[in-house]
């Protein structure tokens, strides 16, 4: 499989990442080399094969649903880029 | 280098408690060395108050009789580890000045047992590279030079900044982080020793995540028992991290010098890859020939799926770390790039803010996560992941006890020598891995040198939760290699 210049934008796009024009050509490219090696993949057969979901052989803990933590607003805040009330600032989304 | 930098963590600690000198001139003495070594950029933030500062609580505790087990003991921080009060950036221009608000539990772990901290040292941005090239403080430089040029050399990577700290002798020991391999080939490259840990040993709480599947903390030192004093109080469970194991952390430095009389080490066929260096080769049988010689069993193994993990891992680890690095939004916390619409301020700040080895990987994993590419992709290479941990599991079952392969394809190349193929790049960590891929413990000890003078690491894989075989004979590789001579400082 390979992309192309839409895909890539596309892809940018969804990513949340803004790429000048002069840069989808290259990330194409580097992409699709990318995509080529990984192509060896196909050739291993998986029939009958569980996907992993955890390498550990662990159960997960369960504990109480209670608040363990918590309760400084001011701690969260503080390396934000644009606060206000004690909140977080974005651009308006509503309209 | 001055005596207190020359030390090992080990003698260290036995001279403190000894009181022939005391935690503020050993903290002192390291201060200075890395004041001296801006050169080799190795650290992007230095911490020298803090530094005195624990050092001479320390001494106070050290003076009461109340030591812990790394007491007075300076040491240098990946920045991708949280510390309180103290800037982490991950090395990446969006976490701008990040001051953490809380400790990581690794770190806090170290603290508790009297570490002190150094400062904060380099990195691949969020730890995605294999030769600290993609910093955005810049590279990182080796302390060695290939013999007869001084052409600047890459440490490895990820954690190139804690390597070539431990290397050059400016603190006794460094944390690290390992997703591919990023604890490992970096050891191997400047001749220290590192170890990648099982995955839940220790807390991933804290720690900035890459591909939290992968990820795992573990030490850099100058020695095999220095690095199983470090990882015993880096390690242990902690409910902050629910894939943070709940079993006994050992005390592994009991098994340093301990016998492998009658251990089975495994020599897998595949990573006899094609091309090797003669070098590497001779290496590798140098290392069993030591193993053998101190009374260990060599057995041939087969790994088959061994050369697929690589391919399997540029799926797995940017599918994660596209998801791991949403949050950087330029919202909560780091660079924002200000527009009128919340979408635009995403696209911008997400641009401006990582590099392009970031941006790619987040790019190729949203591809291979993103509808009707996911069983194809993603899906397909966790099986093989599944295929990849069974042919460990089927070696183990056979009785072997660990297995011995080269660290790494080649030792340290030139910085800005493997900028252009991406793929390149990655080949580097094809010994490495795998380990990742299957959850397992690996250490990289310096087995000798190169052609070019450049050290060469071996690496030992074991079973689940028995990082204590890996402390045992690597002692017996770095006894029978001999302790590597590090280079004489020229920065």
Redesign the interface.
Known sequence: ?S?DAA??RR?????????DESRVEP?RA??N???Q??E???E?N?EG????????P?K??M?KDEVTDGG?PE??L?????TEAGF?V????VE | MSDLTSLTLAEARDGLRGKKFSAGEIAEAHIVAVARAKALNAFVLETPERAREMAAASDARIAKGEAGPLEGIPLGIKDLFATEGVRTTACSKILGNFIPPYESSVTANLWRDGAVLLGKLNNDEFAMGSSNETSCFGPVQNPWRRRGSNAPLVPGGSSGGSATAVAAHLCLGATGTDTGGSIRQPAAFTGTVGIKPTYGRCSRWGIVAFASSLDQAGPFTRTVRDAAILLRSMSGHDTKDSTSVDIAVPDFEASVGKSIKGLKIGIPEEYRVDNMPPEIEKLWSDGAAWLKAAGAKLVDISLPHTKYALPAYYIVAPAEASSNLARYDGVRYGLREGSSSVTELYEKTRSAGFGHEVQRRVLIGTYVLSAGYYDAYYLRAQKVRTLIKRDFEEAFAKGVDAILTPATPSSAFAIGEKGNDPVEMYLNDIFTVTVNMAGLPGISVPGGLDGNGLPLGLQLIGRPFDEETLFAAGEVIEQSAGRMKLPEPWW
């Open positions: 499989m992309v895909d890539v892809i940018a796009h969804l990513a949340r990442i803004s790429l990330m580097e992409i080399g990318i995509l090696w990984i060896q993949l196909q291993v998986v094969v569980e996907p992993m979901t955890s390498v550990t662990v997960l803990k504990r400084y701690r969260v503080k390396n934000a880029p644009q977080f974005v651009p308006k989304v």
